[in-house]
């Protein structure tokens, strides 16, 4: 049974990737920070066959003790701190946790090992952000990196610390660039995540309006499930490598509010949406949309879920939750 430790076991892209493992009969382990991280219970929930650890990412020993318990064939360091607007509030954490949070995985891998190195396979979570002010439209492997955010640039120092492994010791370590991926699962401080809340909440009577930012930036949109397959993938490869991996479309907000809102019968969201200079970022990604070219040829990876698809599983997942949390009958 092969093992695997998956750091950033409470997030989105854990749970997902969490079920795909054990669904492949993985012995899966997760790392779980703080003392009473209050998303244990989620994960004992949806995915109760994971054996959660504790451990932080700041913390080389606490990783070595994970590792030592875990016994990994394969690691994914997804943990993170991934909101974008909040790093620029915590930078130097952000650096700590995000940017040097991977060379401690990096190091643990490579001290664990021994003489060994081959023993392991790691996955890094590095983000379509690294391309930030964007040099190439559309972004494959070898578009410069241009990140706009103290988390952009947390990413790429993960990014080439991970080359850097690959290359100094052979470490089979590789970098997976995803570009966006949501789902019901999403953090509801995301954009996405916000509006598909928001409108079942209008849809339902409970609240009146959503309050957002910049209406005008450009994201290529996946579904997380789909996801946390090309990181499966990545590592099943003989040779490690650099992937991108995107649907290569790209949509604004206004029209992810658009199929949001027409999926409970607004035709017109101008009424419900105000802006806030709040939620304006210091400095924008304007457009995003990958060539994920090389993960569809050497991966045989392909998105399954469509742009138009996202919004309405979010909505709908949410109409569910706020008529279970109101006692709304959804007849
Ligand atoms: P989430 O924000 O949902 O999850 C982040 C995870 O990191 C949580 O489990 C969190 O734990 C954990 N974490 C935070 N700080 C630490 C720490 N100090 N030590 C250990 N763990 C910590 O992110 P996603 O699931 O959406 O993303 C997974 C990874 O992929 C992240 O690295 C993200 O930056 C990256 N990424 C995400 C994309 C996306 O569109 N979703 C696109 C590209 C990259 P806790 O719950 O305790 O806070
Ligand atoms: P992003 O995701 O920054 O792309 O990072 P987010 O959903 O936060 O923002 C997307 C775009 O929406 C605009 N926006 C708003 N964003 C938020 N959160 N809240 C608002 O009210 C709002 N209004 C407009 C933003 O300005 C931005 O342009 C995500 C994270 O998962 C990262 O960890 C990951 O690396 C990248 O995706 C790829």
Same mark, same amino acid.
């Given at each position: 049974?092969?093992? =695997? ?9 854990? $749970?997902?990737?969490? /079920? ?20 244990? +219970? ?17 913390? $080389? ?31 130097? !954490?952000?650096? /700590?946790?995000? #940017?040097? #949070?991977? $060379? ?6 490579? %001290? ?16 379509? &952000? ?5 040099? =190439? ?36 370590? +590789? ?22 809340? =928001?409108? =079942?909440?209008?849809?339902? #009577?409970?609240?009146?309006? %959503?309050? !957002? ?13 789909? *996801? ?6 990545? $590592? ?9 991996? +995107?649907? #290569? ?9 658009? %199929? ?11 009424? *419900?949406? &105000? ?52 006692? %709304?009958?959804?007849?």
């Amino acid at each position: 049974m092969p093992r =695997a430790l998956v750091t950033g076991i409470t997030g989105q892209d854990g $749970l997902y990737l969490a /079920e795909l493992l054990l669904s492949k009969n993985y012995e899966v382990y997760g790392l779980l920070r703080g003392q009473n991280n209050p998303k244990r +219970s989620l994960v004992e929930e949806v995915v109760p066959d994971v054996k959660l650890l504790t451990g932080d990412l700041t913390d $080389l020993s606490s990783l070595m003790h994970a590792f030592g318990q875990a016994q990994p064939d394969e690691i994914y360091n997804l943990g993170a701190i991934s909101f974008v607007a909040y790093s620029w509030e915590n930078a130097r !954490l952000t650096s /700590e946790v995000t #940017g040097q #949070g991977v $060379l401690n995985v990096l190091e643990a891998t490579r %001290i664990w090992c021994g003489d060994d190195i081959g023993k392991v396979r790691f996955y890094q979570a590095s983000s379509s &952000e690294m391309f930030g002010k964007v040099q =190439a439209v559309p972004q494959s492997e070898t578009t410069l990196l241009w990140p706009r955010s103290p988390y952009g640039v947390a990413k790429v120092f993960g990014h080439y610390m991970t080359i850097n492994y690959r290359e100094s010791y052979g470490m089979h370590a +590789s970098s997976g660039i995803l570009f966006n991926h949501e789902s019901p699962r999403r953090g509801p401080e995301f954009v996405t995540r916000k509006i598909s809340q =928001a409108v =079942a909440r209008i849809a339902l #009577g409970l609240q009146d309006k %959503i309050t !957002l930012g910049n209406l005008d930036a450009k994201r290529d949109w996946g579904f997380a499930g789909d *996801y946390v397959e090309a990181m499966w993938l990545m $590592l099943q490869q003989e040779e490690a490598d650099d992937y991108v991996v +995107s649907t #290569g479309e790209t949509h604004s907000i206004g029209e992810f509010l658009d %199929i949001a809102f027409r999926y409970v019968n607004i035709d017109d969201w101008t009424k *419900y949406v &105000e802006q806030d200079p709040r939620f304006f970022r210091p400095a924008e990604v304007d457009l995003l949309v990958g060539d994920s070219t090389k993960a569809r040829e050497k991966l045989g990876w392909t998105p399954k879920v469509t742009f138009a698809e996202l919004p309405e599983m979010m909505v709908e997942a949410d109409l569910q939750e706020q008529r279970v949390l109101h006692r %709304i009958d959804g007849n």
